[in-house]
């Protein structure tokens, strides 16, 4: 159930359309309270690499390699319905939110890192039994690593946005 100043939502809205409103409610809110000088910067959901089903179904994240494009894909597309697809489809929401509207910029973690089914932390724990002792972690990931170049590219979208005020 979704609400609306104090007042639930009739008729209910679904995930994606309760998602959309959420994020057209967040959007409408910062325009109207931060200055449209000020950069805002907006990053994607990055993805999980669940295999096998999700956290609470057995899912495993064991991939000791990079995926590749095909393995993207059929790992990543909603048309495929695969346990990882919500991610694109969250990503396409924002995206959609964010249509339009000035001062905003997106930062993608999210394209790049569909790769990088190597580096989440629960296979580099140091025990081959980490994942048994503390269970799959699929969706966090592994400093230094991957972070780091997000933080990177945050950083260039800053010094880019100070260098064309100047």
Not at 17 to 28: F, H, I, N, Q, R
Request: glycine share 8%.
């Amino acid at each position: 159930m979704f609400y609306k100043q104090g007042r639930p939502l009739w008729p209910p809205l679904s995930i994606r359309e309760g998602l959309a409103a959420v994020l057209k409610s967040m959007l409408d809110f910062i325009d109207d309270r931060v200055p449209a000088k000020v950069l805002k910067v907006w990053r994607l959901q990055s993805p999980r690499h669940f295999q096998g089903g999700e956290w609470n179904q057995n899912g495993s994240c064991s991939s000791s390699m990079l995926l590749n494009e095909t393995q993207v894909e059929e790992w990543f597309d909603p048309a495929n319905g695969g346990v990882n697809s919500e991610e694109r489809e969250v990503n396409h929401l924002i995206r959609s939110a964010l249509s339009g509207r000035q001062n905003y910029v997106v930062l993608d973690v999210a394209t790049m890192s569909e790769f990088r089914a190597d580096a989440h932390p629960s296979l580099w724990l140091g025990r081959k039994d980490a994942h048994l002792v503390w269970g799959q972690d699929c969706l966090h990931w592994c400093l230094p690593g991957l972070p780091d170049v997000w933080v990177d590219m945050l950083s260039a979208i800053v010094l880019g946005h100070i260098e064309a005020a100047q």
